[in-house]
Structure formats: C-alpha cells, structure tokens
C-alpha cells in the first residue's frame, strides 16, 4: 500500500496483467510441498547444476504451464529453480480459461483477496526454502520474478534478505521503499510503455538506486506490452525474441553476480 512517506513506483496489478499468450510444452518438473505450500521444483541435469537455488515468483497465473516452462529453462541453465504457490491454490486459470474477456470473472475481487496474503505465505515460505537448501551455507540464491512476484525479489535482496542478486520483469505492487531497500543487485527487464510502470517511475527507480550506490541494470524493450516475459505471443518473431532476450540477461546476470560473489 502507498503513503506519502512511500510512493508507489509500480502500480497494482491491473487488466493488462492478463494479456497475453497461453504457451504449449510439456513441464519437466513437478509440485511438491515445502512448508505446506505448493512448490513447482525443476531440477538441472548433474552434468549442468551449478549447485545453486532460484527462487521464483510468479505473476497472477502462479503455478501455470507458462511458467512451469520458464522455470524449466532456468534448471536447464544448472539452477535448482522453485516457483512458489503464493495464491494458495487459487490462480487466475483456475477461474478462467480467458480471464481478459470473460464477464464472470471478478479480477478486482480476486486481487483484493491475496494482496496481504501472498506476503505472509511468501515470506514463511522463503524461510522454509532456507532451511531446507541452505544448511550447509555453500548453496547460494538468486531471485527471479514476474509482475506481482517483483517485490519478493525486492524483498529478498534486501539486508533482511537471502538472496544474492535478482532480477525482475514489468513489476507491479512495488512501492518505493522496496527499491530503496535493496541491498544486492538487481536488473529490470521492462516495456517501455506499460501503464503500471511508467517512464517517470522507471526513472525514479534509476534515481532512488544511483543515490543508494546500489549495483544494478535496467533494459527496456520497445514494442512490447506488459507482461512480455512471461505471456509473449511466441507467433510474433519480435515477442518471441524480447522473451527470449529477458530470459537470457536473467541468466547472465545471476551467473555473474554467483562469481563475483566466490561461486
């Protein structure tokens, strides 16, 4: 929630969070439960794990075959990749097929309904993650979220945090106070016109991040629409490349920050 102390940077979800494609593929992974919540576990190949765990937060479609298969991308780069049910069973696909356009959907209501709740679960769960991965402090982690999953990123490179660098893609729910906070790097990976991020708030995040001296990078996509990380049209050669580039510098990003920080 925004106060005058806190302004928001990235508006609350809306609409344009539904856009989008449904993707095909077959998911590599599976959902076991860690701390009673579901979690979608994609493990690398031994030959390809660097021994390492990302963290993933999902956008409104939580555990959701687009991003069952961006989770397996990420295992198949050697990250143990866990995504996690913060909407307790209740994602949006589970009340429609085509949410955008479908009348009985109350998008507002669901919203309302896990704004609080998806910081309670998270954070309980990211503890449950540390506990079980982390024992024998060699294993490190890194961060990865899409839209309303972007402040747990936040949150988890900031001092109170386990995380040792982040990234996120056309954020929403993000105040202030949560870029302020971040204490390990962070990439943006964004649309150069999205109505819930927008290019006075980018800014004021470049700003809020250089007077911090904090470590990071921001790439904008032109061309593109809110929600191009996750639900690109994969039929438009210039969606599919966005996509594909995000994911990349994702990649790259936390391969680096893993070495500079004694991988």
Known sequence: MSTVEDPVLAKPAELCCLRGSIHSGEPAGGVVQ????????????VGVSN??????????FGLHINNFLTMDAFAACGYLTLGVDYFA?????????????DPDFDFQGWKNKHM????SIAAKWVKDV??????????????????????????????????????IAHPSFMNESHVRNID???LFSVANV????????????????????????????????????????????YEKWAKEASFK???DWFDFWLEAAGN
């Not at 069973?89 to 356009?101: A, E, M, R």
Request: charged share 20%.
């Open 89 to 101: 069973g209740d994602p949006i696909w589970k009340h429609s097929q085509n949410p955008l356009d």
């Open 130 to 167: 540390e506990s079980r991965y982390g024992r024998d402090g060699q294993v490190k982690f890194v961060a990865a979220g899409h839209c309303w999953g972007a402040r747990f990123v936040c949150t988890q490179l900031s001092t109170d945090g386990i995380c040792k660098a982040g990234a």
């Open 34 to 45: 860690i701390g009673g919540v579901d979690t979608y576990v994609a493990t690398p190949d």
């Open 116 to 119: 609080a709740s998806t910081d």
């Open 249 to 251: 510098s994702f990649v």
């Open 184 to 186: 390990a790097p962070i």
């Open 194 to 237: 999205d109505g819930l991020f927008m290019a006075e708030q980018r800014s004021r995040a470049v700003e809020i991040l250089t007077q911090g001296k904090k470590q990071f990078n921001m790439q904008v996509f032109s061309d593109v629409g809110h929600g191009f990380a996750s639900r690109a049209f994969l039929s438009d050669p």
């Open 51 to 60: 021994g390492h765990v990302l963290l993933f937060f999902p956008d409104a």
